[in-house]
């Protein structure tokens, strides 16, 4: 059983929860993700780890409640708990085992669209606490969806905010700042991470090809199970079939096929939609192995 520590609300229908997990904490890096079960019966819900303190031997969630399972979950207070909480699962970002030196000499911007501050925010963290500064552009419809601002602030080169409705900071969509940024005010980077929506990501890779940006994005909106044996995360990367929970969660975004990663997600929404994916794909529908192995 792991306890709830702690939980905040974050904008409307998104909430932060720590959670008493030792062996996750202890052994987590970056980029990685979690699977939780409220109960025996429960959904399995892949979340990215949003942050993690290993002396309080705690990890931070951050999940936005919209179906059954996540409103169930936004119900769950301090004090109770869950029945599992697995991980550390995925790859962690490449940035951790790359030579500090390299990484201090780079200019790098992180993108997160709305729910995607989470996972952009641990890793921003890692890097400051390396004394290195990477920027960063938060996006979201309006204000009032606005997430962990305050603590990006604490730990980001240059923050940059960017509202569809312009009710605060920039207005427009973040490949909006970021042309400003690079155009208008001439920035150079070397490497762009790009976390939030599909449709984001999508036009963020199609920008920083433009600008001749390397750019990594991570492909966690499409996991389900969390495993690669429900299918549901085959993603095309350069020509190659890969699953974005045993593979990933990050990528080469100017390789990703978001257009067919779009589309599968569509379909998997329905019985109907999975059966004739599973036809399409065959053998390659689902990975071979099961990808986890934490904390249970």
């Not at 939780?36 to 942050?51: A, N, Q, S, W």
């Not at 042309?179 to 001439?186: A, H, R, S, W, Y």
């Not at 599909?198 to 750019?215: R, S």
Request: glycine share 10%.
């Amino acid at each position: 059983m792991y306890k709830i520590l702690s939980k905040k609300v974050l904008s409307p229908n998104i909430y932060l929860m720590d959670i008493h997990a030792p062996r996750v904490a202890k052994s987590c890096e970056p980029g990685q993700f979690v699977i939780v079960k409220m109960d025996e019966k429960g959904e399995r819900i892949p979340l990215t780890i949003c942050d993690y303190d290993r002396e309080k031997e705690s990890v931070t969630i951050v999940f936005q409640s919209l179906g059954e399972s996540t409103k169930e979950m936004a119900s769950y207070e301090a004090g109770e708990y869950f029945s599992d909480f697995v991980g550390p699962l995925g790859r962690p970002s490449e940035m951790v085992h790359e030579d500090l030196n390299i990484l201090k000499n780079k200019k790098i911007m992180f993108i997160a669209g709305g729910v995607g501050a989470a996972p952009v925010y641990p890793q921003v963290k890692w890097l400051h606490e390396r004394g290195i500064k990477a920027d960063v552009i938060v996006g979201s419809k309006t204000k009032d969806l606005l997430i962990l601002e305050e603590e990006m602030k604490a730990v980001a080169g240059n923050l940059y905010i960017a509202t569809d409705d312009g009710s605060y900071g920039f207005k427009g969509l973040v490949t909006e700042k970021l042309k400003d940024l690079v155009i208008n005010q001439g920035k150079k980077y070397d490497l762009v991470v790009a976390i939030g929506p599909m449709i984001m990501m999508k036009f963020v890779t199609i920008l920083t090809k433009e600008l001749n940006i390397p750019t990594v994005v991570s492909l966690n909106p499409i996991m389900v199970d969390g495993t690669g044996m429900c299918g549901a995360c085959r993603v095309t990367v350069g020509g190659e079939v890969k699953f974005a929970c045993v593979d990933g969660p990050e990528f080469d975004g100017h390789l990703v096929n978001f257009d067919e990663a779009m589309r599968r997600q569509t379909m998997y929404k329905t019985e109907e939609g999975r059966k004739i994916l599973k036809q399409e794909e065959g053998d390659t529908h689902h990975h071979g192995g099961c990808g986890c192995g934490g904390d249970k």
